[in-house]
Structures are given as C-alpha cells and as structure tokens.
Nanobody
Framework: QVHLVESGGGLVQAGGSLRLSCAASGRTFSSVAMGWFRQAPGKEREFVAAISRSGGSTSYADSVKGRFTISRDNAKNTLYLLMNNLKPEDTAVYYC?????????????????WGQGTQVTVSS
C-alpha cells in the first residue's frame, strides 16, 4: 500500500486558484495510477481527476474540465491538482487516492489507498 498525505488546501475567493499536493511514501508510487476525489458537506464523495502511472493519460469530471489540471512527479513521489477559476461549488474536502493498477479509473472502488483529505473552501 501507499501512504498518502495531502496539503495545499485553504480558503480562496471565487475565481482564485489553489494547488493541492499529495506526498506518497513507498516505492510503488511510480507504478500506479492516482486520483483526486472530493466530498462536499452532506454529499457523497465524487471523482475529480485521475492520472496514469506515467502521466500520459488523464481523466476529469465534467464539472472541473478546463479548470483543473492533474499532474505527477514520479521522481518526487508527488501528485498535484492545480485548480483555477474556483467556484463556491468546488468547496469540499479533497482526497488523493492510489490504485494498484497503472491505468486510469474514475471509480472510487478501484482505489485502495487514501489520504486524510485537505479542506478547500471557496467564498463567493
């Protein structure tokens, strides 16, 4: 399993930007696909973005497409989520997750390792 720790959350005004980071421990980071999910108050956790082990393949939820960019640095064992043009509806706890396969998935059940989450709050 991969141990994951998110950082970079905070309070930002609508239209602003944030970059989330997810530091991974373990030698398997570069071998596995990664993803970002989020959970807003009173809602189910939902898929945000995912990236293959090499970074060559990505997938985004329609609600963030064109605003968010997922990337990874395998040399640093770190996953990123750059969030631009943030909206109040992006307010949520954001989680990074790792799966045991190398290719992208958007299904929460396909991810076996999860971080503790980082809060993102967007004010209007």
């Amino acid at each position: 399993q991969v141990h994951l720790v998110e950082s970079g959350g905070g309070l930002v005004q609508a239209g602003g930007s944030l970059r989330l980071s997810c530091a991974a421990s373990g030698r398997t980071f570069s071998s596995v696909a990664m993803g970002w999910f989020r959970q807003a108050p009173g809602k189910e956790r939902e898929f945000v973005a995912a990236i293959s082990r090499s970074g060559g393949s990505t997938s985004y939820a329609d609600s963030v497409k064109g605003r968010f960019t997922i990337s990874r640095d395998n040399a640093k064992n770190t996953l990123y989520l750059l969030m631009n043009n943030l909206k109040p509806e992006d307010t949520a706890v954001y989680y990074c997750a790792a799966r045991s396969r190398s290719f992208v998935s958007i299904r929460e059940a396909d991810f076996g390792s999860w971080g503790q989450g980082t809060q993102v709050t967007v004010s209007s």
